[in-house]
């Protein structure tokens, strides 16, 4: 069974930093893109950074610069790292992989991990 398991959120006050990781385990033959997505309250849900298999990647205009994703493709994790946190980043983070396991293939998305930023 497909597990996708986020950690590394909290508490950070503005200016701070934050790394987020997303470990997939299971039965996994491949993953394709893999990519952190996020939810403020009353919002619908984001895209804010996305990275291809071949390290590739894309972010959303509000966190160019200042958020990096990149991933081990060995252990079949991707990470995020938030730098310069202002309030509005605060939210429920999201990691989502485009894999294909012993028994399905599809998107899978984690349980997300609270980031909360204090202004």
């Known amino acids: 069974q497909v597990q996708v398991v986020e950690s590394g959120g909290g508490l950070v006050q503005t200016g701070g930093s934050l790394r987020l990781s997303c470990a997939v385990s299971?039965?996994?033959?491949?993953?394709?893109?893999m990519g952190w997505y996020r939810q403020a309250p009353g919002k619908q849900r984001e895209l804010v950074a996305l990275?291809?298999?071949?390290?590739?990647?894309n972010y959303a205009d509000s966190v160019k610069g200042r958020f990096t994703i990149s991933r081990d493709n060995a252990k079949n994790t991707v990470y995020l790292q938030m730098n310069s946190l202002k309030p509005e980043d605060t939210a429920v983070y999201y990691c989502?992989?485009?894999?294909?396991?012993?028994?399905?293939?599809?998107?899978?998305w984690g349980q997300g991990t609270q980031v909360t930023v204090s202004s």
């Open positions: 989502n992989a485009d894999l294909r396991s012993s028994v399905s293939f599809g998107i899978y």
């Open positions: 299971g039965s996994i033959f491949s993953i394709n893109h």
């Open positions: 990275i291809t298999r071949g390290g590739s990647t």
